[in-house]
């Protein structure tokens, strides 16, 4: 119980700590000695953040040290506004590539599912045979689907969303309640899952065990699934905070400007509407030909 509080705590605390330390604390001025023995000078360029040290800090877990020691001590050198924010977004770049790559790949297995179902039904229907094995490789293949490609769900925003309340406020009120989100709900969740089915995964790897069904398949492969899943989740989690929270101070585009076109359910009135006025052309054409 104790482990799954931490772990559900951990990840919010930690990335609003490094925030708010790297991001919102005001820049030292490089004239006291402890910034020359740093070897900065006023003219120092763009900021960089060395976080193997900034992690040695967190280990070492001094309290006493002030906001510009903490700065100090994980190698940060402050400009203008805070932190050069690009590391952050190369590693965002570099989730999203990940993701991306996985779901073009894993999408593939739509493909195959399908085709295992249709021959298992023909086998079943025609040749009245049957195997588990084969039933359930198609479960085992939609877990596989739907598990790996979370993060690239999230990535392009094909999640099923209901609500009544987050479309009627503002954009950059939008993006706040997807900072909060993603910490206080999304993180915690998939990085708690991801661990607690870890230990699932290896014990069903260790015992070798089987389905209960006769003739079925190893269990394993299927639990693997799992926290492969929801680690890649995770990252796609961190990668669109790094967004959004370069998007609120300006550091990149909005990309929802971009997308300000009409809806699917526009498209699709529109295309009925369209499909309905044709019919009407159409039978108001024949009606004139036929006089």
């Known amino acids: 119980m104790r482990t799954a509080i931490i772990t559900l705590i951990a990840p919010p605390f930690l990335l609003s700590?490094?925030?708010?330390?790297c991001n919102k604390m005001p820049a030292q001025q490089n004239t006291t000695p402890s910034s020359q023995?740093?070897?900065r000078t006023n003219a120092a360029p763009a900021a960089a953040c060395n976080m193997k040290a900034f992690t040695k800090m967190i280990l070492r877990a001094k309290p006493l040290y002030s906001p510009v020691k903490i700065r100090q001590l994980a190698g940060c050198k402050p400009?203008?506004?805070g932190i050069d924010v690009q590391a952050f977004l190369?590693?965002?770049?570099l989730i999203d590539s990940?993701?991306?790559?996985?779901?073009r790949w894993v999408s593939w297995l739509t493909l195959i599912a399908v085709l295992v179902s249709s021959g298992n039904a023909t086998v079943r229907y025609v040749f009245d045979n049957s195997s588990n094995a084969w039933l359930e490789l198609q479960w085992y293949l939609f877990t596989a689907i739907v598990l790996l490609c979370g993060g690239y769900t999230l990535l392009h925003h094909q999640h099923v969303r209901i609500d009544v309340v987050y479309t009627r406020f503002t954009r950059r009120t939008q993006l706040y309640i997807d900072v909060f989100g993603t910490l206080f709900f999304l993180l915690p969740m998939a990085i708690l899952i991801g661990y607690l089915s870890w230990p699932i995964f290896v014990n069903a790897y260790v015992h070798h065990e089987m389905s209960s069904n006769a003739g079925g398949l190893i269990i394993w492969p299927a639990r693997v699934l799992f926290p492969i899943g929801f680690f890649l989740l995770s990252l796609q989690g961190i990668s669109e905070l790094i967004k959004r929270i370069a998007i609120l101070q300006g550091k990149i585009p909005d990309p929802a400007a971009d997308e300000a076109g009409p809806t699917?359910?526009?498209e699709l009135a529109r295309a009925i509407t369209e499909a309905r006025d044709r019919e009407l052309e159409a039978a108001a054409l024949k009606t004139k030909l036929a006089n």
């Open 17 to 21: 700590a490094f925030a708010y330390w």
């Open 37 to 39: 023995k740093l070897g």
């Open 79 to 81: 400009t203008n506004g």
């Open 90 to 93: 190369k590693l965002s770049n």
């Open 98 to 103: 990940l993701n991306n790559l996985v779901g």
């Open 264 to 266: 699917a359910e526009e």
